[in-house]
Nanobody
Protein backbone atom coordinates (compact mmCIF):
# COMPACT_ATOMS: atom_id res chain seq x y z
CA UNK A 1 0.00 0.00 0.00
CA UNK A 2 0.94 3.61 -0.55
CA UNK A 3 0.13 6.55 1.69
CA UNK A 4 0.23 10.26 0.86
CA UNK A 5 0.34 12.86 3.63
CA UNK A 6 -0.04 16.60 2.99
CA UNK A 7 1.25 19.36 5.27
CA UNK A 8 1.72 23.11 5.25
CA UNK A 9 -1.83 24.39 4.94
CA UNK A 10 -3.48 27.00 7.11
CA UNK A 11 -4.81 30.53 7.22
CA UNK A 12 -3.05 33.31 5.32
CA UNK A 13 -3.94 36.87 4.36
CA UNK A 14 -4.51 37.87 0.75
CA UNK A 15 -1.18 38.46 -0.96
CA UNK A 16 0.59 36.03 1.34
CA UNK A 17 2.35 32.76 0.64
CA UNK A 18 2.13 29.14 1.71
CA UNK A 19 4.13 26.06 0.79
CA UNK A 20 2.33 22.73 0.70
CA UNK A 21 4.24 19.48 0.99
CA UNK A 22 3.18 15.93 0.24
CA UNK A 23 5.15 12.86 1.22
CA UNK A 24 4.53 9.44 -0.29
CA UNK A 25 5.44 6.31 1.64
CA UNK A 26 4.87 2.57 1.53
CA UNK A 27 5.80 -0.14 -0.91
CA UNK A 28 6.83 2.20 -3.72
CA UNK A 29 8.67 0.94 -6.78
CA UNK A 30 8.37 4.11 -8.85
CA UNK A 31 6.30 7.28 -9.01
CA UNK A 32 5.36 8.39 -12.52
CA UNK A 33 3.63 11.66 -11.74
CA UNK A 34 2.43 13.76 -8.82
CA UNK A 35 -0.38 16.32 -8.83
CA UNK A 36 -2.11 18.89 -6.70
CA UNK A 37 -5.87 19.28 -6.87
CA UNK A 38 -8.18 21.58 -4.96
CA UNK A 39 -11.84 21.59 -4.10
CA UNK A 40 -13.75 24.60 -2.85
CA UNK A 41 -17.11 24.20 -1.06
CA UNK A 42 -19.86 23.38 -3.55
CA UNK A 43 -17.39 22.94 -6.40
CA UNK A 44 -15.75 20.04 -8.20
CA UNK A 45 -12.20 18.92 -7.55
CA UNK A 46 -9.92 20.62 -10.07
CA UNK A 47 -6.35 19.94 -11.14
CA UNK A 48 -4.08 22.79 -10.02
CA UNK A 49 -0.64 21.56 -11.09
CA UNK A 50 1.08 18.38 -12.20
CA UNK A 51 4.66 17.16 -12.60
CA UNK A 52 6.02 13.95 -14.07
CA UNK A 53 9.43 12.54 -14.91
CA UNK A 54 9.70 14.98 -17.80
CA UNK A 55 8.91 18.03 -15.72
CA UNK A 56 5.87 20.21 -15.13
CA UNK A 57 3.02 19.29 -17.44
CA UNK A 58 0.16 21.41 -16.12
CA UNK A 59 -0.79 24.60 -14.32
CA UNK A 60 -4.36 25.77 -14.08
CA UNK A 61 -4.79 29.16 -15.78
CA UNK A 62 -5.92 30.68 -12.49
CA UNK A 63 -2.59 29.92 -10.78
CA UNK A 64 -0.06 30.48 -13.57
CA UNK A 65 2.66 32.86 -12.47
CA UNK A 66 1.71 32.51 -8.80
CA UNK A 67 2.07 28.80 -7.96
CA UNK A 68 5.09 26.56 -8.53
CA UNK A 69 5.08 22.78 -8.32
CA UNK A 70 8.32 20.92 -7.63
CA UNK A 71 9.39 17.45 -6.74
CA UNK A 72 12.01 15.68 -4.59
CA UNK A 73 12.37 12.30 -6.25
CA UNK A 74 14.85 10.95 -3.72
CA UNK A 75 12.35 11.43 -0.91
CA UNK A 76 9.13 10.82 -2.85
CA UNK A 77 7.83 14.29 -2.15
CA UNK A 78 6.03 17.00 -4.09
CA UNK A 79 5.63 20.64 -3.16
CA UNK A 80 3.35 23.49 -4.12
CA UNK A 81 4.70 26.99 -3.52
CA UNK A 82 1.76 29.36 -3.51
CA UNK A 83 2.44 33.09 -3.75
CA UNK A 84 0.20 36.14 -4.12
CA UNK A 85 -2.67 34.18 -2.66
CA UNK A 86 -6.22 35.32 -3.30
CA UNK A 87 -9.47 34.59 -1.50
CA UNK A 88 -10.53 32.43 -4.44
CA UNK A 89 -7.61 30.09 -3.70
CA UNK A 90 -9.43 29.02 -0.54
CA UNK A 91 -10.07 25.28 -0.82
CA UNK A 92 -9.08 21.86 0.41
CA UNK A 93 -5.91 20.89 -1.44
CA UNK A 94 -5.26 17.24 -2.30
CA UNK A 95 -2.06 15.52 -3.33
CA UNK A 96 -2.31 12.66 -5.82
CA UNK A 97 0.30 10.34 -7.25
CA UNK A 98 0.49 7.65 -9.91
CA UNK A 99 2.61 4.94 -8.34
CA UNK A 100 3.96 1.54 -9.28
CA UNK A 101 4.02 -0.38 -6.03
CA UNK A 102 4.04 -3.77 -4.38
CA UNK A 103 5.71 -6.72 -6.07
CA UNK A 104 6.48 -7.53 -9.72
CA UNK A 105 4.98 -6.47 -12.11
CA UNK A 106 4.50 -3.44 -9.87
CA UNK A 107 0.96 -2.48 -10.86
CA UNK A 108 0.19 1.17 -11.45
CA UNK A 109 -2.29 2.80 -9.11
CA UNK A 110 -3.52 6.28 -8.26
CA UNK A 111 -3.35 7.33 -4.64
CA UNK A 112 -4.71 10.34 -2.78
CA UNK A 113 -3.87 12.21 0.37
CA UNK A 114 -6.50 13.13 2.94
CA UNK A 115 -6.53 16.79 1.92
CA UNK A 116 -5.44 19.93 3.71
CA UNK A 117 -7.29 23.19 4.19
CA UNK A 118 -5.96 26.45 2.76
CA UNK A 119 -7.89 29.55 3.75
CA UNK A 120 -7.06 32.99 2.33
CA UNK A 121 -8.78 35.68 4.36
CA UNK A 122 -8.19 38.89 6.30
Amino acid sequence: QVQLVESGGGLVQPGGSLRLSCAASGSIFAITDMRWYRQAPGSQRDLVAGIDNGGVFHYADSVKGRFTISRDNANNMVFLQMNSLKSEDTAVYYCSASVRSGTFPYPLGTYWGQGIQVTVSL
